[in-house]
C-alpha cells in the first residue's frame, strides 16, 4: 500500500492493544511464552510486547530509502489501565484519570528532520499539536484552520522550550453538550499542578523535579509562592474554560 501511494504521504496506523480484555497475543508476536492461564498482567505485557513486534515488521518492510526520507511519531492516546500500572505510579492515578499517569503518554519521533539529533524534550505538547506538526512537514499551510501548534523545532533542538508555557486536559461524561456527570480540569505548567472535579474539590500539587504527583497540598497552609503560583494557574484554567457554568446532574 505504501509502494501504491504518490509522495508525500501519510499513513496512520491504529493499534488498539494492549488494552482489556486481555488476551493471549500470537506465539511468533512475542519472547515471552503466555497461555490461558497467565496472569493478566504477563497477557497485558505480552500484548504489548505484540504492538511493537507489529510495528517494527511495517516498518522493515518500507523500502530502506523511503524509510530513510520518512518521518515515524509513535504516540499513545492515555495511560496504562490501573490494574497494569507499576511502582511508583498509583492505580488509582491510572488512565481515565486526570493525573500525569492517565495524561502524560509516551510521544516518540524519528525521521530525517532531526537531522541526527538524539535526546528527550521536557517540553508540553498537546496530541493536538501533531496535526499542526504534520502539516508544516508535509507543507500544508499551519494556520488558525489548524488546532495545535507545530513541535517541528523541537525535532531539531529538544533542549529548547516548547511553545507551551502551560497545559489543559479536560475530561467529562457523557459525550455531548452539558449537562455533565463528570466534569474534571487539569492544567499544569513545570512545576505546579491544579485540578479541579466540579462542583467543588480541589487539588493542588507541587510538580517541582517530579514527574509524580505525590502529596496534595494543604490549601490553607500554602506558602507565596505556592498561593501566586495557584491563583495564576486558577486564572489561566478560568480563561481556558470561558467562565462557564454547568448544570450538574446526579
Known amino acids: 500500500q505504501i509502494e501504491a501511494m504518490p509522495e508525500p504521504w501519510l499513513m496512520y496506523v491504529a493499534i488498539n492493544a494492549p488494552h482489556i480484555p486481555t488476551h493471549v497475543p500470537p506465539a511468533e508476536l512475542v519472547t515471552v511464552v503466555v497461555d490461558a492461564n497467565s496472569t493478566r498482567t504477563q497477557k497485558y505485557e505480552a500484548a504489548l510486547e505484540a504492538a511493537d513486534t507489529e510495528l517494527g515488521r511495517l516498518l522493515d518492510a518500507i523500502d530502506p530509502m523511503v524509510l530513510a526520507d520518512t518521518t515515524v511519531i509513535l504516540m499513545s492516546d492515555n495511560g496504562t489501565p490501573g490494574d497494569f500500572i507499576e511502582a511508583p505510579w498509583d492505580p488509582d492515578r491510572a488512565k481515565a484519570t486526570l493525573y500525569e499517569a492517565g ?30 506538526t504534520v502539516g508544516e512537514i508535509t507543507g500544508f499551510p499551519v494556520d488558525d484552520s489548524i488546532d495545535g501548534i507545530s513541535f517541528l523545532p523541537l525535532l531539531q533542538h529538544p533542549e529548547q522550550p516548547g511553545e507551551r508555557d502551560h497545559i489543559i486536559v479536560d475530561r467529562f461524561l457523557s459525550n455531548g453538550p452539558p449537562p455533565y456527570t463528570t466534569d ?62 454547568y448544570e450538574y446532574s446526579d
Do not use: C
Open 184 to 245: 474534571q480540569w487539569m492544567i499544569r505548567d513545570e512545576n505546579y499542578k491544579l485540578m479541579w472535579f466540579a462542583p467543588s474539590t480541589e487539588n493542588f500539587f507541587d510538580m517541582t523535579g517530579r514527574d509524580v504527583e505525590g502529596d496534595v497540598l494543604d490549601l490553607d497552609n500554602l506558602t507565596d509562592v505556592q498561593r501566586e503560583n495557584y491563583e495564576r494557574l486558577w486564572a489561566l484554567l478560568l480563561d481556558e474554560q470561558g467562565r462557564r457554568t
Open 103 to 132: 495524561v502524560n503518554v509516551p510521544l516518540i519521533v524519528t525521521g530525517p528532520l532531526l537531522h541526527g539529533v538524539t535526546g528527550e524534550s521536557r517540553a508540553f505538547i498537546d496530541i493536538a499539536d501533531v496535526f499542526a
